[in-house]
């Protein structure tokens, strides 16, 4: 049976309860469709969920052992009793919150597995946490909202990234595409994407988020002049992209895609591997084809027909080690089971 009992006091009784032994919550990754970069400035960026997920497979134990494990990451701490991996810290942060605020005092053990490549610039760490918070949030019947899940899942990147924009974990949490800016917060976008795929191929190269923001922001200082009508475009081109999107216009999202990517070698974040990527990609079918995320290495995101994405897939193939298809998610958090 995959259940225990849960006995909670109240001022006049005792109550029993029947919860869950085991539950399993997922939660997208993420992509930047256009905007990176230019949000640091007050521009909005747009980023979809997709369907890569990350899991978590939380359950009771009959120890008072709080394990935490990750196969993808090879790592496992008892979190109650021994020093805590710094990996594994953002994710004991989510477990002990969620273990005082029900009250419980057993055994746990959370295990995580994800579709999403870490440090990929996809959201990894924001859809771990989503889901251990959803599937603890479940299991011990503490009566989240996904309000309440993001926030705290948002309290796990800070550990992560120190500053995080939160556009992360709200897509984790909600699924779908979302408008964000520093002006307007964020805003849900309605989308149309039966009609395309999104490929996305590793230049190979690592990248360093806060070098590359910083080496931009001093260009920035240095030409602001010049940069500011780069930054304006961005800002207009965002919200094109986001009335093409509403109309499935993958002619148009390809185009404002490629402007975008224009726009991001423009203020120095290319570099030949990316360039011979978004080339390729463009060559072989794809609509648009542009840098996702910091740039610098990581991946880019290209924009292909339903009925004729596999050529695409095939010629990036040819040059990255890693291609993934995905399409824009629209469900956020789930509890699969």
């Given at each position: 049976?995959?259940?225990?009992?849960?006995v909670i006091n109240t001022n006049s009784s005792v109550v029993i309860i029947m919860s869950k032994r085991r539950v399993i919550a997922s939660a997208p990754g993420k992509v930047i469709l256009v905007g990176e970069h230019f949000v640091v400035k007050g521009e909005p960026a747009i980023a979809a969920a997709i369907t890569l997920r990350a899991r978590a497979i939380v359950s009771t134990r009959n120890d008072n052992d709080i394990i935490i494990s990750s196969e993808d990451l090879?790592?496992?701490?008892?979190?109650?009793?021994?020093?805590?991996?710094?990996?594994?810290?953002?994710?004991?942060?989510?477990?002990?919150?969620?273990?005082?605020?029900?009250?419980?005092?057993?055994?746990?053990?959370?295990?995580?597995?994800?579709?999403?490549?870490?440090?990929?610039?996809?959201?990894?760490?924001?859809?771990?946490?989503?889901?251990?918070?959803?599937?603890?949030?479940?299991?011990?019947?503490?009566?989240?909202?996904?309000?309440?899940?993001?926030?705290?899942?948002?309290?796990?990147?800070?550990?992560?990234?120190?500053?995080?924009?939160?556009?992360?974990?709200?897509?984790?949490?909600?699924?779908?595409?979302?408008?964000?800016?520093?002006?307007?917060?964020?805003?849900?976008?309605?989308?149309?994407?039966?009609?395309?795929?999104?490929?996305?191929?590793?230049?190979?190269?690592?990248?360093?988020?806060?070098?590359?923001?910083?080496?931009?922001?001093?260009?920035?200082?240095?030409?602001?002049?010049?940069?500011?009508?780069?930054?304006?475009?961005?800002?207009?081109?965002?919200?094109?992209?986001?009335?093409?999107?509403?109309?499935?216009?993958?002619?148009?999202?390809?185009?404002?895609?490629?402007?975008?990517?224009?726009?991001?070698?423009?203020?120095?974040?290319?570099?030949?591997?990316?360039?011979?990527?978004?080339?390729?990609?463009?060559?072989?079918?794809?609509?648009?084809?542009?840098?996702?995320?910091?740039?610098?290495?990581?991946?880019?995101?290209?924009?292909?027909?339903?009925?004729?994405?596999?050529?695409?897939?095939?010629?990036?193939?040819?040059?990255?080690?890693?291609?993934?298809?995905?399409?824009?998610?629209?469900?956020?958090?789930?509890?699969?089971?």
């Amino acid at each position: 049976m995959n259940y225990f009992m849960r006995v909670i006091n109240t001022n006049s009784s005792v109550v029993i309860i029947m919860s869950k032994r085991r539950v399993i919550a997922s939660a997208p990754g993420k992509v930047i469709l256009v905007g990176e970069h230019f949000v640091v400035k007050g521009e909005p960026a747009i980023a979809a969920a997709i369907t890569l997920r990350a899991r978590a497979i939380v359950s009771t134990r009959n120890d008072n052992d709080i394990i935490i494990s990750s196969e993808d990451l090879g790592i496992k701490n008892v979190i109650n009793k021994e020093p805590i991996s710094d990996e594994l810290r953002p994710l004991a942060h989510v477990v002990n919150k969620l273990v005082r605020l029900s009250g419980y005092t057993g055994g746990l053990e959370v295990k995580i597995k994800s579709e999403i490549p870490p440090a990929s610039g996809m959201g990894s760490s924001a859809a771990v946490s989503v889901a251990c918070v959803a599937a603890l949030n479940e299991l011990l019947d503490v009566g989240l909202g996904l309000n309440d899940i993001c926030k705290i899942a948002y309290e796990a990147e800070v550990i992560v990234h120190k500053k995080p924009s939160g556009i992360d974990n709200t897509i984790s949490t909600y699924g779908g595409v979302i408008m964000f800016s520093k002006r307007s917060g964020f805003k849900r976008i309605p989308f149309d994407s039966s009609s395309f795929k999104l490929i996305l191929a590793d230049s190979g190269i690592p990248r360093n988020t806060g070098v590359m923001v910083s080496n931009v922001l001093s260009l920035y200082e240095r030409y602001p002049e010049i940069l500011q009508p780069i930054y304006r475009s961005a800002g207009i081109l965002a919200n094109e992209f986001a009335r093409a999107l509403e109309r499935g216009d993958i002619v148009a999202l390809g185009e404002l895609m490629n402007i975008n990517h224009g726009l991001l070698s423009a203020i120095g974040v290319s570099n030949k591997k990316l360039e011979e990527l978004v080339y390729i990609a463009r060559t072989s079918g794809a609509k648009g084809a542009k840098i996702t995320g910091a740039g610098g290495g990581g991946f880019i995101v290209a924009i292909a027909d339903v009925d004729s994405y596999e050529q695409v897939v095939n010629s990036l193939k040819s040059i990255s080690n890693r291609v993934i298809v995905a399409d824009i998610s629209k469900e956020g958090v789930l509890i699969e089971d």
